[in-house]
Nanobody, 117 residues
């Protein structure tokens, strides 16, 4: 019903920036939540930035002031603007959507972000 496709990952030096995009295709009546998660090598998947249906956003403490979650409703796309990247940000980043009617979880395939000098 819904497919999420991420793009924008890559290799960047510490202090650099990347802008991740996630485009949703298919049909759904609305969403309960949209988010970006990440999973570092050997680590667990963790939420990075989270948006509820009313547009309220929360950001993980470790990325506050550096990462920004936004959404373009017309394009069915969410973004994660990542600035001042650090090696600790290295991870696979996943797009997430929880839809309404039906209520269901969707995950993208992930996009690799590597921060290295």
């Amino acid at each position: 019903q819904v497919q999420l496709v991420e793009s924008g990952g890559g290799l960047v030096q510490p202090g650099g920036s990347l802008n991740l995009s996630c485009t949703a295709s298919g049909s759904f009546s609305g969403f309960n939540a949209m988010a970006w998660y990440r999973q570092a090598p050997g680590g667990q998947r963790e939420a990075v930035a989270y948006m509820t249906y009313d547009g309220s956003t929360t950001t993980r403490d470790s990325v506050k002031g550096r990462f920004t979650l936004s959404r373009d409703n017309a394009k069915n796309t969410i973004y994660l603007q990542m600035n001042r990247l650090q090696p600790e940000d290295t991870a696979v980043y996943y797009c997430y959507l929880n839809s309404i009617l039906p209520r269901r979880d969707y995950w993208g395939q992930g996009t690799q972000v590597t921060v290295s000098s």
